[in-house]
């Protein structure tokens, strides 16, 4: 099979390797040191404090990821179709961005009023909605580079961002400070950062505006626009219907027992991120072989960890939460379990494939079905069920989006996927058995390192055994060969 071509395959599958190394490297630094700054904030502020923190943070990132509306992934896609209109396209990014920021920061402020949050979480949200909207800038400015599959400078920039917001945040604790501080320090690591990348960019471009061209991006971002907003919806709706429905106090529980399935989700992101080019450029020479090769060897890989992933969560839910954020946070440990049961949906390929292949009308009726769900199916289980209802709707959200994606892909792009069910009914065959031996054998009752280790060998001589072929080293080979 002709995947990559003769050649030009094995570079750019070792490029692809280098560059993953690279994004995933940088994301899981990312991810590792949000994760540590929850942390650390967590186990400093009180219970309650830390859920006003937490829906201050959450209500300020749902309005400020409105100022992106698809704006990102459309400069993505064109610098790579229409490199002759760099400036131009930059130029467009930024007008509508700034305008957007503006608009959504007045609504979001307005909209705080009838919030019926207490002061001090209407203070930290308008400190929050300015470092949100700053975030969103630094995200446009890495597109620039993502577009050229230049990699290395933003997730350094990435990096020491996040580093230097742990710095500040031990700075605060160290002073006895509280959450305005924490809010205020990471405003001003924000700006410091805007100004940086702000400067290296007026050095590297020139701002051109073309009325053409602005609307002919403005019209290509609008399938775009819609996907964010009701991707937005279905990943940050379910934190204020929390707050508003049961109070912020159990939006920091909440919170704490996503942060999982967020740091997880950076893994198919970068896929994404970095695959996508060269999905486009595979849909340019109509290389339907290069879509199905991707499809067939990413679910199983992904199906593989994000199952492993799955077990672990689960069995160690409640000496992970324990460990990590203190006997304080106990009631996080059945959200956890529940939320667990999702990472396999998160590790979604259909979805890159359906963008890979430029079908953002069949994402957009995906979404729209799953956006409905989720927002009556938040409304009426947290109603009844408070976060344990709340954990429920993730899992059923992604398993529709999940479900949905594939049956498009089989249906009207007629990608197989007789491999990919029988791998994953073989996955879910393999979790259930480690799941239930490691109840049924007392294995839990010896201690956790013991008993990680035990269940994850278990888990990798069962894959070995039915789910790894001979290929599949083969395949691994070529993408490591540099």
């Not at 999905?279 to 960890?305: H, P």
Request: hydrophobic share 55%; proline share 2%.
């Amino acid at each position: 099979m002709v995947v990559f071509g003769m050649n030009v395959k094995d570079n750019i599958k070792s490029k692809l390797f280098i560059d993953s190394i690279v994004v995933n490297t940088a994301s899981f630094v990312e991810k590792a040191g949000f994760f540590v700054a929850n942390i650390l904030i967590a186990r400093y502020l009180s219970v309650d404090h830390f859920g006003e923190y937490s829906t201050a943070l959450a209500y300020a990132t749902f309005f400020s990821t409105m100022t992106d509306i698809g704006i990102n992934v459309t400069l993505v896609r064109a610098l790579n179709l229409e490199k002759r209109f760099e400036n131009e396209h930059l130029t467009n990014a930024l007008i509508i961005k700034s305008v957007l920021a503006v608009v959504m920061y007045v609504l979001m402020a307005v909209s705080l009023f009838f919030a019926k949050y207490n002061n001090d979480v209407i203070g930290l949200t308008l400190i929050f909605g300015l470092v949100r909207i700053c975030n969103e800038f630094m995200l446009t400015f890495y597109s620039v580079d993502e577009a050229h599959q230049n990699f290395m400078y933003p997730s350094i920039m990435n990096s020491i961002y996040v580093v230097t917001f742990i710095v500040g945040i031990i700075i605060v604790i160290t002073i006895k400070g509280n959450y305005y501080h924490l809010a205020y320090i990471r405003l001003g690591i924000v700006l410091l950062f805007i100004l940086l990348l702000s400067h290296r960019m007026v050095r590297s471009f020139k701002f051109v505006f073309n009325w053409e061209v602005f609307r002919w991006f403005f019209f290509k971002a609008i399938p775009f626009s819609i996907v964010t907003v009701l991707w937005n919806l279905i990943l940050k709706a379910n934190v204020i219907i929390i707050s508003l429905m049961v109070g912020t106090t159990e939006v920091g529980i909440f919170t704490n027992s996503m942060l999982f399935l967020d740091t997880l989700s950076i893994i198919p992101g970068n896929l994404r991120k970095i695959t996508i080019p060269e999905l486009y450029k595979a849909l340019e020479k109509n290389d339907r072989n290069k879509f199905q090769f991707f499809f067939d060897v990413m679910s199983k890989y992904f199906g593989i960890i994000s199952f492993c992933l799955m077990v672990l969560l689960f069995l160690f839910a409640r000496d992970i939460i324990i460990i990590i954020f203190g006997e304080k946070y106990l009631s996080c440990v059945p959200i956890l379990q529940l939320i667990s049961f999702a990472i396999p949906l998160i590790f979604n390929i259909a979805l890159t494939i359906i963008i890979g292949l430029d079908k953002r009308s069949a994402l957009l009726r995906v979404l729209v079905v799953a956006t409905i769900v989720n927002i009556v199916s938040n409304i009426i289980l947290i109603h009844f069920f408070s976060l344990i209802g709340a954990a429920i709707v993730i899992a059923i959200t992604y398993g529709l989006i999940f479900i949905l994606g594939h049956l498009y892909l089989m249906l009207k792009e007629k990608i197989k996927m007789i491999n990919v069910i029988v791998c994953y009914l073989k996955l879910i065959a393999i979790a259930t058995t480690v799941i239930y031996m490691s109840s049924a054998t007392g294995m839990m009752d010896y201690p956790l390192p013991i008993n990680l280790i035990g269940v994850s060998v278990i888990y990798v001589i069962l894959v070995m055994v039915f789910i790894l072929k001979k290929d599949d080293i083969r395949i691994i080979r070529e993408m490591i060969k540099i």
